[in-house]
C-alpha cells in the first residue's frame, strides 16, 4: 500500500478529546521477511493529549519500540507502516496543506501518513522526537557529545523562520555546502550559538560542568549521563511530542529514579507531550496518566491508569499485575504468565484472539477475530480488546487446555 494511502477509505481524524494533540487510529507495520510476513503492529489506536505523558506497556517482543518507530517514520527495509493514520495538531502544518491535501486535513489536524515523505522527514525534531534504548549505539562514539546535539539544534535553526512552512526547510544548504564544511578548514556545519544551546542543554538536563563536558566523547560519559545526553538531543528541536523508548533500560535503580524525574520535570517545564513506552509497570505508575496495554502487536486495553490498574479485564493486563510483588503482603506466590510471545507471523497468528493460547478463561469465543469493547460503563476511557468485557467467563463455554495443543500436532503433521 502506497504511503498516501496507508490511511485506508476512513476520512477526517477521529473523535477524541479536545486537549488531542495526536490521534492514531488502525496503525499497521509488516516486515516482509524470508520466513514470511510479521504483523509487527496490528490495527493500533490511541490518542495522546497536551502535556500528558501516555504509557505503553507490553512484554518484549510485543510491538511497542515498532510502534513508535512507526509513528515518525523510522521503520527500516524490510519493514513498512501498510496502513492507518496519525492525526497530528498543527494549525501552520494543516493550512499549508489544505488545499494541496484535503483528505489528510480535517480543521487543526494534518493525517502526517498522507504527507509527502520528506515533509514526514522534516516534522522530526519540532513536531516528533525520540529517545532511543541504548545511547551507547546511538550517538557516533567519533563526534563529541555536544557536537552531536549541536548539530541537532543547527538543523533546527536552518529551517525559515516558520518552521513549519515545508517548501524551502534547509534555506538551500545542500550536500555541497555540507562537503564545504565538513572539509575546507575554519568551516563547519555548527555555529558557536548552536554550541552554546548545546551546553545549556547539557545543563538542561542535569549534566555537571556542561561546557567541559560538551567536548568529551561518548566513552567518557557513564550510562546514566549518557542517557541525559540522548534527552538533550531529543529536546535540541523543541518538539510537542517527545517518545521515550525503554529510557531506563540498562540502568541501576539510583540512575533510573533520576531520568524518570527528569523526564517529569521537563514535561511539567515546557509542556511536552511524552509517549512512555517500557515493559516496567512501576514506571507507568509513576510516570504516565493514562496506559495503552499492549500484546502480539495490538493495544489489548487501555484507559487512565486507576482503569487499567484497579479495574483490569483482559486476562493479558491481570498476568502482568499479577506478576508484581505485593509490598503489603509479600507471602503470596507470584503467578507468572504461562506460556511465550508469539512470533507474529502471518500464518501463525490466525484470525482469534492473539492470547487465547496463554489466557486462564479462553473460550470458543475467543477463536474469532476480536473487537475493542467499552470495558467499564462508568469510563469514557477503559476500554479492552476482549470478550470478557461484554460478557462472564463461562465454563461451559471455555476451551479445552489442550485445544491449542492438538492444533498444532494437526499443523504438524500436514
Not at 567536548?215 to 541525559?228: A, D, I, N
Amino acid at each position: 500500500m502506497s504511503d498516501t494511502a496507508a490511511a485506508g477509505e476512513s476520512r477526517g481524524a477521529p473523535a477524541g478529546h479536545p486537549d488531542d494533540v495526536l490521534r492514531v487510529r488502525d496503525l499497521s507495520t509488516r516486515f516482509f521477511t524470508e520466513e514470511g510476513q510479521v504483523n509487527a503492529v496490528e490495527s493500533v489506536s490511541f490518542t495522546v493529549r497536551d502535556g500528558e505523558i501516555f504509557g505503553i506497556v507490553g512484554e518484549s517482543g510485543s510491538g511497542k519500540s515498532v510502534t513508535a518507530l512507526s509513528l515518525i517514520d523510522l521503520v527500516d527495509s524490510p519493514g513498512r507502516v501498510t496502513g492507518g493514520e496519525v492525526w497530528y495538531r498543527d494549525a501552520d502544518l494543516a493550512e499549508e496543506f489544505r488545499d494541496r491535501l484535503p483528505d489528510a486535513v480535517d480543521g487543526e489536524f494534518v493525517d502526517t501518513r498522507r504527507l509527502p515523505k520528506g515533509v514526514r522527514r522534516a516534522l522530526r525534531g519540532p513536531a516528533f522526537s525520540m529517545v532511543f534504548q541504548d545511547p551507547m549505539s546511538s550517538l557516533n562514539p567519533s563526534v563529541t557529545v555536544g557536537e552531536q546535539i549541536a548539530e541537532a539544534v543547527e538543523v533546527q535553526r536552518r529551517a525559515t523562520a516558520n518552521p513549519r512552512r515545508t517548501r524551502s526547510r534547509t534555506q538551500g544548504y545542500g550536500m555541497g555546502k555540507l562537503i564545504a564544511d565538513t572539509l575546507l578548514p575554519n568551516r563547519g556545519f555548527t555555529s558557536e550559538s548552536s554550541m552554546n544551546r548545546a551546553i545549556e542543554l547539557l545543563e538542561q538536563v542535569g549534566i555537571p560542568d556542561p561546557a567541559e563536558r560538551a567536548h568529551e566523547y561518548p566513552h567518557q560519559f557513564s550510562g546514566g549521563m549518557l542517557q541525559r545526553a540522548m534527552i538533550a538531543q531529543a529536546l535540541a528541536g523543541e518538539p510537542d511530542v517527545l517518545i521515550a523508548d525503554e529510557p531506563t533500560t540498562a540502568l541501576d535503580v539510583t540512575i533510573q529514579a533520576q531520568i524518570l524525574n527528569l523526564l517529569r520535570d521537563l514535561q511539567e517545564q515546557a509542556g511536552t507531550s511524552v509517549v512512555m513506552i517500557t515493559h516496567d509497570l512501576g514506571v507507568i505508575a509513576r510516570m504516565c496518566n493514562r496506559v495503552g496495554v499492549m500484546y502480539a502487536g495490538q493495544i489489548v486495553e487501555r484507559g487512565t491508569l486507576s482503569d487499567v490498574f484497579e479495574t483490569p479485564v483482559h486476562p493479558y493486563t491481570q498476568g502482568l499485575l499479577g506478576s508484581i510483588p505485593d509490598l503489603d503482603d509479600p507471602a503470596p506466590r507470584l503467578q507468572p504468565i504461562e506460556g511465550n510471545v508469539p512470533s507474529l507471523l502471518d500464518e501463525e497468528m490466525g484470525g482469534r484472539c492473539f492470547f487465547a493460547d496463554r489466557c486462564p478463561k479462553a473460550m470458543t469465543d475467543c477463536l474469532q477475530p476480536i473487537s475493542e469493547y467499552d470495558a467499564d460503563p462508568g469510563s469514557d476511557e477503559h476500554t479492552a480488546r476482549c470478550v470478557l468485557a461484554e460478557r462472564e467467563f463461562s465454563e461451559a463455554d471455555a476451551l479445552p487446555p489442550d485445544h491449542f495443543d492438538r492444533n498444532e500436532e494437526v499443523r504438524g503433521d500436514e
